[in-house]
């Protein structure tokens, strides 16, 4: 089994920064990269941005690139997303995803990033 926690989500003003952390424990040897969707209101989840763990290839969606950067810590299996210029379309649930070897994937339960304007 594999749990995920996320933390740093809030509520800010447009512009502002938040920087999103996810941490994965278990049985984690065999992911292969970890990352970030998210969820607004009345909308499908879509993919944010993820990183290979082999290697470290980050990608992101068109909506982010530029403003959002993913890194990690490579002693444990934990990303960071630091998201700066956000935009009131921004505002969603944030999933931190991971993916293992073989196709599984877990997903974290979210954390909600609310952007004002």
């Known amino acids: 089994q594999v749990q995920l926690v996320e933390t740093g989500g809030g509520s800010v003003q447009a512009g502002d920064s938040l920087r999103l952390s996810c941490t994965a424990s278990?049985?984690?040897?065999?992911?292969?990269?970890m990352g970030w969707h998210r969820q607004a209101p009345g909308k499908e989840r879509e993919f944010v941005s993820t990183?290979?763990?082999?290697?470290?290839?980050?990608y992101y969606s068109d909506d982010v690139k530029g403003r959002f950067t993913i890194s990690r810590d490579s002693r444990q299996y934990r990303v960071h997303l630091q998201m700066n210029g956000l935009k009131p379309e921004d505002t969603a649930v944030y999933y931190c995803?991971?993916?293992?070897?073989?196709?599984?994937?877990?997903w974290g339960n979210g954390t909600l990033v609310t952007v004002s304007s």
């Open positions: 278990g049985r984690t040897a065999t992911a292969i990269a």
């Open positions: 995803k991971v993916d293992f070897l073989g196709g599984k994937t877990y």
């Open positions: 990183m290979r763990w082999s290697g470290g290839s980050t």
